[in-house]
């Protein structure tokens, strides 16, 4: 890892180093905080958990060939080369920012309310066509997910793509400190995480954070569609690229013709130029995606045609809008998160199917006081879009229910207080032909009903 000595890591996180003098110049492999990856010439930091500290392990990971760790006290590990540092945690956003800037790569960071991963994976799609783009795996986007993803980088990259989740104020700060993005592009803001952001504007000022620290000549690219970040007027100086349905819009899109579960076909306007694409994946928020994707696109230069390649070629990730087909069932998986918005649209998209279609639809976490309320709106909002079967399960739901009954009294909904009582009657509620989408928050453990479907 270029630049990445003992020396140079200390002075990175404000650490001292102790050990061997030949160590101190010599350059790390590889950074992990998994006892269980340590590999020869590693950087070890050691993490506290709830139940594990990982400086319990320092002594293990030596002898298995680290070259230095990280840690927060001399006791116990005076016999190996080690950096001590205040805080560990603090320590490794310092480190993996100082990485960044050695390899000074464009940076592409993505953060929003709903759709970060969907559209980090369209952005992905669409830069790989042009570029070697090491984009953030998984849900590797918070405090140490990000810093982990950047030490994944290399010199042979040549774009990084990061998403950022937060959840509280101040840690979009620290991810943003630590990305230093050259573009910088938000989804939306919605209702999430309200427990801690209290209401949308909450979530705007949390979110928009990250404008402190976007370089000086960069891009920044919103949902001009969304009305907090349609406001926003300018960046250090700078205009940002605003995207949506809208002709006033720099990227926009028209002609939108749904294909149902296969996509939805579009022409996308950038400028004065346009081009029709197949959004390989279901639901108008994928075709803002792609818009998303054509504005990072143009943004560094690809053409019309790498861009449509790129929309194009994406594929979907599991627990998220992931088509599956079992025994004649058709199953969207869509269980690895839940709010307002994207319950709402995923309904949207189940609504296109053919056949019988069955909404399993759980809990939605962390909306803070309105959560009562604001399942109700999202039951009055899909009951309104002649889904013959809704099966809720959770404790939260009766308020859905309740929505769902308010508009649609006809509509059969079966209630469930518990996962695995649903899981028993499951054989019973869905039958060939039919099309189910199974959508809650990540606690509700949904991933349970795609894996009994699809069996």
Avoid: W
Avoid at 142 to 159: A, K, M, Q, S
Avoid at 237 to 255: L, N
């Amino acid at each position: 890892m270029k630049q990445m000595t003992p020396e140079m890591i200390a002075k990175a996180c404000g650490g001292r180093y102790h050990g061997p003098e030949e160590i101190k110049h010599t350059e790390v492999t590889s950074v992990t905080t998994d006892s269980r990856k340590c590999e020869p010439g590693c950087l070890y930091i050691p993490m506290r958990g709830t139940r594990v500290d990982g400086h319990d392990y320092i002594p293990q990971v030596m002898e298995a060939g680290a070259l230095v760790t990280l840690t927060e006290h001399a006791e116990g590990v005076s016999e190996y080369p080690y950096i001590l540092v205040k805080d560990t945690a603090e320590a490794i956003q310092e480190i993996a920012g100082y990485y960044r800037r050695v390899l000074d790569l464009p940076v592409v960071s993505i953060t929003g309310s709903v759709g970060k991963t969907s559209t980090k994976e369209m952005i992905a799609a669409v830069l790989s066509q042009k570029f070697r783009v090491l984009k953030t795996l998984g849900n590797f986007n918070n405090n140490l997910g990000l810093p982990l993803t950047v030490f994944r980088l290399t010199e042979e990259d040549e774009i990084a793509v990061l998403e950022m989740g937060i959840s509280h104020f101040g840690e979009m700060t620290k991810l943003a400190e630590t990305a230093e993005p050259d573009t910088m592009v938000i989804t939306n803001i919605g209702e999430c995480h309200l427990e801690a952001l209290g209401d949308r504007d909450g979530v705007f000022k949390a979110k928009t954070e990250c404008f402190d620290y976007v370089r000086l000549n960069g891009t920044v690219i919103l949902n001009g569609e969304d009305d907090k970040l349609a406001a926003v007027e300018d960046v250090h100086a700078r205009r940002p690229i605003f995207y949506g349905m809208d002709p006033r819009f720099r990227v926009y899109a028209d002609e939108i013709c749904p294909q149902g579960l296969k996509g939805t076909r579009c022409t996308i306007h950038v400028d004065e130029e346009a081009f029709e694409v197949l959004v390989p994946l279901p639901g108008r928020h994928m075709v803002m995606n792609a818009l998303a994707g054509a504005a990072v696109g143009y943004t560094y230069g690809l053409t019309a045609e790498e861009i449509k390649a790129g929309i194009e070629s994406l594929e979907s990730l599991a627990g998220r809008l992931h088509i599956l087909e079992k025994n004649g069932v058709t199953v969207i998986d869509d269980c690895y998160n839940a709010n307002p918005m994207s319950m709402k649209a995923s309904v949207g998209i189940l609504k296109e199917a053919e056949g019988r279609r069955i909404a399993i639809l759980g809990d939605m976490g962390e909306l803070g006081k309105t959560e009562a309320a604001l399942h109700r709106e999202v039951g009055e909002a899909v009951g309104t879009m002649g889904i013959e079967r809704f099966v809720l399960v959770g404790s939260l739901v009766k308020n859905l229910a309740d929505g769902i009954a308010a508009v649609s009294p006809e509509t059969e909904v079966l209630q469930f207080d518990e996962l695995e009582t649903a899981l028993e009657k499951l054989p019973e509620l869905v039958q060939e032909g039919d099309t189910v989408l199974v959508k809650a928050s990540h606690f509700m453990h949904f991933e349970k009903i795609v894996e009994k479907l699809t069996v």
